[in-house]
Nanobody
Framework: QVHLVESGGGLVQPGGSLRLSCAAS????????MGWYRQAPGKERELVAT??????????NYADSVKGRFTISRDNADNMVYLQMNSLKPEDTAVYYC???????????????WGQGTLVTVSS
């Protein structure tokens, strides 16, 4: 079983920055892809950004709403993923969730894990 723990959320003024971190731990053979999703009050969970492992090219994908403002990165050695968020807007307010597509040790299939989420509030 894999555990994902997010950190770095908080209250920030419009135009400010935050950096979210997510640490994956457990019986991991490999992580194929990690990503960030968010869920605002009364809305469905939506993709923010994803990044594949270095072995798979380290490819990134962003929601149109965050392109040019957010940057996803990862540390493959430590099974960490980060989300640098700049030029934050009130509409970025949401609970941000980390997820990981991974292969457990001694398993022949991949699984998807989710963290508990961290709240980001953008307000003056």
């Amino acid at each position: 079983q894999v555990h994902l723990v997010e950190s770095g959320g908080g209250l920030v003024q419009p135009g400010g920055s935050l950096r979210l971190s997510c640490a994956a731990s457990g019986s991991i053979y490999r992580i194929n892809q990690m990503g960030w999703y968010r869920q605002a009050p009364g809305k469905e969970r939506e993709l923010v950004a994803t990044i594949t492992s270095g072995a798979l090219g380290g490819n990134t994908n962003y929601a149109d709403s965050v392109k040019g403002r957010f940057t996803i990165s990862r540390d493959n050695a430590d099974n960490m993923v980060y989300l640098q968020m700049n030029s934050l807007k009130p509409e970025d307010t949401a609970v941000y969730y980390c997820n990981a597509n991974y292969r457990p040790i001694r398993s022949g299939r991949d699984y998807l894990a989710w963290g508990q989420g961290t709240l980001v509030t953008v307000s003056s």
